[in-house]
Antibody, heavy 123, light 107 residues
């Protein structure tokens, strides 16, 4: 079954850290760039970060750059998001999403999404 | 940053009716535009990319048109499962940006 399953969300105090994981199955994970996209409660979608198919290239939204780190382990078919220095405005459902393009490069279209994991930053 | 503005915010229609959703870009994105559907408590689903290409498994009642700054998603005849929120998204400029969404609700 082709799917992405996120985990690792929860309630965390401002300034603390959290690591999200996204387990992929049913497709060749190592062929596609992978993204994190978030959605604050009752709000729209915000792209967060991308990592290339081989893990070497990474790009971030300005709102998280310097605090979040995206990575992947192709041997484990797993995507990660290390979130440090969390703030209240990071509260959101975090989705992992697969880039539509296989191989090098990016389509910047997201053709497979997980169900998301909720991160709540609150004291 | 290219901003996407969707209208209307809410569309109230009955099953079987035609839905027309608009997405306007602050600058030209050529035909680099996608549409996603999101139902409550679910992840978004890619419907259309490159303005008019249906993603795998998407029914033919969904169609996308437009180029430059003005785009339209049309649902030719609403099925009960089509009532949801629809987002447009542009990959043409950094960062990739989503519109604010249009909610299609049952009238």
């Amino acid at each position: 079954q082709v799917q992405l399953v996120e985990s690792g969300g929860g309630v965390v105090q401002p300034g603390r850290s959290l690591r999200l994981s996204c387990a992929a199955s049913g497709f060749t994970f190592s062929r596609s760039a992978m993204h994190w996209v978030r959605q604050a409660p009752g709000k729209g979608l915000e792209w967060v970060a991308v990592v290339s198919y081989d893990g070497y290239n990474k790009y971030y939204a300005a709102s998280v750059k310097g605090r979040f780190t995206i990575s992947r382990d192709n041997s484990k078919n797993t995507l990660y998001l290390q979130m440090n220095g969390l703030r209240a405005d990071d509260t959101a459902v975090y989705y992992c999403a697969k880039d539509r393009l296989e191989g090098s490069g990016y389509a910047w279209y997201f053709d497979l999404w997980g169900r998301g994991t909720l991160v709540t930053v609150s004291s | 940053e290219i901003v996407l503005t969707q209208s209307p915010a809410t569309l109230s229609l009955s099953p079987g009716e035609r839905a027309t959703l608009s997405c306007r870009a602050s600058q030209s994105v050529s035909t680099y535009l996608a549409w996603y559907q999101q139902k409550p408590g679910q992840a978004p689903r890619l419907l259309i990319y490159d303005a008019s290409t249906r993603a795998t498994g998407i029914p033919a009642r969904f169609s996308g048109t437009g180029s430059g700054t003005d785009f339209t998603l049309t649902i030719s005849s609403l099925e009960p499962e089509d009532f949801a929120v629809y987002y447009c998204q542009q990959p043409a400029d950094w960062p990739p940006f989503f519109g604010g969404g249009t909610k299609v609700e049952i009238k």
